[in-house]
Nanobody, 115 residues
Framework: QVQLVESGGGLVQPGGSLRLSCAAS????????MGWYRQAAGKQRELVAT???????NYADSVKGRFTVSRDNAKNTVYLQMNSLKPEDTAVYYC?????????WGQGTQVTVSS
């Protein structure tokens, strides 16, 4: 019903930056919170950042001060600006969003931070 497609992942050196985008499409009524999760190899999926429809944000302690989540409600798109990247940020990053009925997940985009 609602599809989320992430883009912007890739390989970056430590200290570098990437900007992830996630665009929602399909039978969208109203998206509430949107956010980003990540899953490193062999680890559980964890929260990175969330943003409410009105703009209120929440971040994992590990990314505070380095990552910024934002959204464009008119475009049904959420972004994650990732600065000062560290090797431990390496993971598959997943976009998510919810409406009144369901939680939706993207298929993920790989972020690799390595020299």
């Amino acid at each position: 019903q609602v599809q989320l497609v992430e883009s912007g992942g890739g390989l970056v050196q430590p200290g570098g930056s990437l900007r992830l985008s996630c665009a929602a499409s399909g039978s969208i009524f109203r998206l509430n919170a949107m956010g980003w999760y990540r899953q490193a190899a062999g680890k559980q999926r964890e929260l990175v950042a969330t943003i409410a429809r009105g703009g209120s944000t929440n971040y994992a302690d590990s990314v505070k001060g380095r990552f910024t989540v934002s959204r464009d409600n008119a475009k049904n798109t959420v972004y994650l600006q990732m600065n000062s990247l560290k090797p431990e940020d390496t993971a598959v990053y997943y976009c998510n969003a919810n409406d009144v009925l369901r939680i939706y997940w993207g298929q993920g985009t790989q972020v690799t931070v390595s020299s």
